[in-house]
Structures are given as C-alpha cells and as structure tokens.
C-alpha cells in the first residue's frame, strides 16, 4: 500500500443500507427541488452535495476522495444539461459543491474511521446550511446595491453629452468577465436624458434559448442625476439576479475632471448568501464598469 492510498475499510451492512437511503433521498429531494421552482436555492448547491459526498463515503473505497472529486464533476455537468444552464454556472458554482462534497467526506470518513455513532447525526447537522431560500429557511439579505465610481478626464458638460448619446456596444475590457464569459450586451441602443428615454440592452442567444434584452428608462432627472428602472428584462442573465432601480450621476471635482458614479440594486437570484452574494457583488460590479465604457467614459 503507498502512502497515498488509504487503507480498505470493512464494509459494513449498516454502511451501504445507510448510503442506499441518503442517496434515494438525494434523488427525491433534487426532484421536488426542481419541481417547485427551488434549483436556484442553497438546496442545489449545499445540501445536495453533502448527501451526494455522505453517501460515497459511507461506502468502502480506497479513494474516497478521487471517487467525490470524479462523480462530483459528472453531477455538475449533468446538472448543468437538465437544468439548461451554460458553462458559466458551472465554474461559478464548482469551488462551492467541491467544497462542500470533500469537506463532508472528510467530516464522515474521520467519524466513520473512529468508530463513533456521530456519522448519523452529522449529514443532517451539515444540511442546515442548504437549507436558504428552500421555503423551509428564509433567503439571506438577498436586495443587494453595487456601486462603481470613476474619475474621468472630461469636464462635467462633456460628460453630460456622452451620456445623451447613449451607450454603444464595446469590447469588454474586465478580466473577470471575459475569464468566465460572462454573457453581455452586444446589441445596445438607445439615447437622451430626459423622463421615458430608453436603452436597450441586447444579449446573444445560445444553445440553451435566446439571450434576449434588457431594457432601461429614465425615471428621474435632476442636475447631474439619472435615475433608472427596468421596464423589460428577458435577458439570459435574469436567471442569476433581478435589476430593480440604477442611478447615473456626475459632478466636476476639478477643471477637467468628473466624477462618474452608478449605483444599482438589484435582488440576487442565487443562494447561499454567503457564497454568491460576494461573487455577484464582484461582477456586477465588472459589468457597471463595462456599462461606464459603452458610454465612453473611460
């Protein structure tokens, strides 16, 4: 035996009739997850892959960790297919399960190995966590405000008629979102300053339907302030969250200088709160800077 492998543990009847019911009851909770709406919940990325990682190491293995990590991945990619998400959810969501499946082996295998009746009591204490946004436990602070400011080298009414001109589609210029290609508008339209003007931001479609669009009308107008709301939104990213209201504002802070400031809030379509909340937080603030160079304000 190398010092890799672990050594064979007994195999037990209480161990595989055990991991035969966490794993039905894996099967029937991922079915009325999905049934009822909830595959955005933690459930999907919390509590599933502690049964899925509780039900391999309750079983003997050499490996139980290579057998996670492998059988991990094909539920991912599987996942992925019925539930009509791109790649993007996938990598998004990866660090989270494979967190989440080894740290439970781990936790099983040590209380399994030391011969301690734990092991029962701790897959539902490790469910907990997934149980956000399920309908059993409430969503966790899911309105959320990103806000991005940038100085630019333009004087304030400068500024003002960029803004008139409305956005245009540009090369994305964030590292995040051309890493994990994001999906974002490449059919922009629309201009003015004034109530009941629109911008029309368009999203390619993909194999899993069309991309469709978002649209955004000015709400509020005030001297160097534009609010926003969103009158139409079936782009392919409303999966993922909901814009509710944006804010455009500038001010001269110098000759030659402005001030850009967006500030968006929208509600977050994904739990755990934890885990998501940071990560949207982080792109949707790459996407208001992508938003600030359509407008030309770099």
Same mark, same amino acid.
């Given at each position: 035996m190398t010092l890799d492998e672990e050594p064979t543990p007994q195999r037990t009847r209480a161990h595989v009739i055990l991991a035969a019911l966490i794993t039905l009851f894996g099967l029937v909770v991922f079915i009325v997850v999905v049934r009822q709406g909830r595959a955005d919940s933690a459930v999907l990325f919390v509590a599933l892959p502690v049964l899925l990682a509780a039900a391999i190491a309750l079983t003997p293995a050499r490996t139980a960790h290579g057998r996670v990590f492998a059988i991990t991945t094909v539920a991912l990619l599987l996942a992925a297919v019925a539930l009509h998400e791109g790649a993007v959810c996938v990598i998004l969501a990866a660090p989270l399960v494979y967190a989440v499946a080894h740290g439970t082996t781990a936790l099983i295998r040590a209380l399994r190995d030391a011969s301690r009746p734990y092991v029962i009591v701790a897959v539902p204490l490790l469910?907990?966590?997934?149980?956000?946004?399920?309908?059993?436990?409430?969503?966790?602070?899911?309105?959320?405000?990103?806000?991005?400011?940038?100085?630019?080298?333009?004087?304030?009414?400068?500024?003002?008629?960029?803004?008139?001109? /409305?956005?245009?589609?540009?090369? %994305?210029?964030? @590292?995040?979102?051309?890493? *994990? $290609?994001?999906?974002?508008?490449?059919?922009? +339209?629309?201009?003015?300053?004034?109530?009941?003007?629109?911008?029309?931001?368009?999203?390619?479609?993909?194999?899993?339907?069309?991309? /469709?669009?978002?649209?955004?009308? %000015?709400?509020? @107008?005030?001297?160097?302030? *534009? $609010?926003?709301?969103?009158?139409?939104?079936? +782009?392919?990213?409303?999966?993922?969250?909901?814009?509710?209201?944006?804010?455009?504002?500038?001010?001269?802070?110098?000759?030659?200088?402005?001030?850009?400031?967006?500030? %968006?809030?929208y509600t977050r379509g994904l739990d755990p709160s934890w885990y998501f909340g940071p990560v949207q937080q982080v792109l949707l603030g790459a996407g208001v800077g992508h938003l600030l160079d359509m407008l030309a304000l770099r």
């Open positions: 469910l907990l966590p997934g149980l956000e946004g399920s309908g059993l436990a409430p969503r966790v602070a899911p309105e959320q405000t990103v806000e991005v400011t940038r100085v630019v080298d333009l004087p304030a009414d400068q500024v003002a008629e960029r803004l008139a001109a /409305g956005p245009r589609p540009t090369a %994305v210029r964030s @590292v995040p979102l051309r890493l *994990l $290609g994001v999906p974002t508008p490449v059919q922009v +339209s629309g201009d003015g300053l004034d109530l009941g003007d629109r911008w029309m931001f368009g999203y390619h479609g993909s194999s899993h339907g069309p991309g /469709g669009h978002l649209l955004a009308e %000015v709400d509020e @107008v005030a001297p160097g302030r *534009l $609010g926003f709301r969103f009158t139409e939104d079936s +782009s392919i990213t409303g999966r993922w969250f909901t814009w509710r209201h944006a804010e455009l504002s500038w001010q001269e802070i110098g000759p030659g200088h402005t001030e850009v400031r967006i500030q %968006v809030d």
